[in-house]
């Protein structure tokens, strides 16, 4: 990470993208982030966007390693998401980039109680499933590598803000699947350096993982905040594990 030969283009500069560029450029990477606009607040954003289906970019970073850290459920990313993916993948080639890693998601597994890793089957029995797949296979298929992130948290994205005093739609008893927005800046750095030897997919889970019912009450009671409320108390534990990607020497080094 200290070789100013390196670096990265980072598709979607938000919150988890923004903090890569920034931890990218302390390591002297070169680094270019892309946002929507062409008005830029910081040396490294560069616009890239879709409009009518024409894209309109600032990316010029040759031999690059790409990252999409594209939220692919948030709002803005959410009518065009595949056509961005696709126009992005087709751009790194154009640039020649040396890889193309997708931050994808945990949720691309089953709902149903079990415990889940890389090698599970996935049944794409609901649209978000069947979208974050599609997205994985269409960077696989061109010799990408998928990163499944957990529940996000760090600076501003703290848990028991946004769940205080709400009625969550899970039993108390659910456990937790969550990760540091910094173990996963870790896990991004970890794959890039052993891009020749890795697995093409890790999941990037923190081993912590306590019922809903004691994390958001420790989470709430950090922050003053009234407890959530739970839809029922079933035991139902559906555990995600992300031990595989510590074979790179990577390790999970921030609590949840």
Partial sequence: MTNKSNKIVVLGAGWLGHALCVSAQKADWQVQGTHRTDIHEFDFERQFTL???????????????WVCAIPPRSRDSESNY????????????????????????????????????????????????????????????????????????GPNREPGRFVAGKELNTSSEQVVNMVHQQDVINAIFAVIEHWQVGQNIYNVVNPAHPTKAQYYAVKCAE??????????????ERKVIGSAIEALGFTYQYGI
């Fill in 223 to 236: 922050h003053g905040g009234e407890l959530p409320r739970f839809t029922s108390d079933d035991k139902a």
């Fill in 82 to 153: 595949p056509e961005t993916l696709t126009a992005a993948l087709k751009l790194s080639k154009e640039l020649n980039a040396k890889g193309f890693l997708l931050c994808s998601s945990t949720g691309v597994y089953d709902q149903e109680p079990g415990v889940y890793s890389e090698s599970s089957d996935i049944s794409c029995t609901n649209e978000r499933q069947i979208k974050l797949y599609e997205a994985e296979e269409q960077v696989l298929e061109q010799d990408g590598k998928v990163l499944r992130l957990a529940g996000l948290l």
């Fill in 51 to 65: 409009e009518d289906g024409q894209l309109r970019h600032e990316v010029d970073l040759q031999n690059a390693y």
